[in-house]
């Protein structure tokens, strides 16, 4: 028996729509719009009757892939500007409109490491941020792996490195390593999820 299942039916009767909860869209701004997002200014409805205001990013979304291999996972350096330092993170990136998600995370694992995989398997979707973005990332894991040439898109600088799963998880509780889907491809290969 496989423990790690639970009972699914409790967790889909608390997300159920409570309307003691609900927050009614009544008026929706576009502020801006990118090439990677859009921002919102929302109206809403509080269930009390009285109103609010909430701020969204709208996103496509991504999709990341943990290459396990030997007890090693695949990472990829990059710095960052956003947090204004160098970051390690499983593979990644973003869905193109109208993407298949499995399809983007194998375009997104050769693109930055040369890896290209038998399988994706989903592992979970990540939603990060969910005060104020939609944005989630599927996360897969790879089987099968067989190692090519790499073309990062132009502009994207990346390394790859292969680290032991137990630094990994190290990295995680020393704050080392913050990224969430990173975080969600770890604990998930701890859990044996292989």
């Known amino acids: 028996m496989d423990l790690r299942a639970g009972n699914l ?26 090439c990677i997002f859009s921002a919102d200014v929302l109206k809403v409805k509080l269930p009390d009757g009285s109103f609010a205001t909430r701020e969204i990013a709208w996103h496509h979304g991504g999709c990341g892939v ?44 050769t693109e930055e490491t040369g890896l290209v995989a038998d399988e994706l398997v989903p592992l979970a979707v990540s939603a990060g941020s969910i005060g104020f973005t939609n944005e989630a990332t599927r996360v897969f894991l790879a089987r099968g792996l067989h190692q090519s040439e790499a073309h990062p898109d132009e502009g994207e600088f990346v390394g790859v490195v292969w680290l032991p799963l137990e630094d990994i998880l190290a990295g995680v509780r020393a704050g080392l390593i913050q990224d969430s889907k990173t975080i969600i491809a770890a604990q998930a290969l701890a859990l044996g999820e292989r």
């Open 9 to 34: 039916e409790t967790i889909k009767r608390y997300l159920e729509l409570d309307p003691a909860l609900y927050e009614e869209t009544v008026d929706d701004e576009v502020q801006w719009k990118g």
């Open 66 to 109: 943990a290459a396990f291999h030997e007890g090693k996972l695949c990472l990829v350096r990059q710095y960052r500007v956003a947090l204004g330092r160098m970051t390690l993170e499983i593979p990644a990136g973003k869905l193109e409109m109208g993407e298949e998600p499995v399809v983007c995370a194998a375009r997104e694992l």
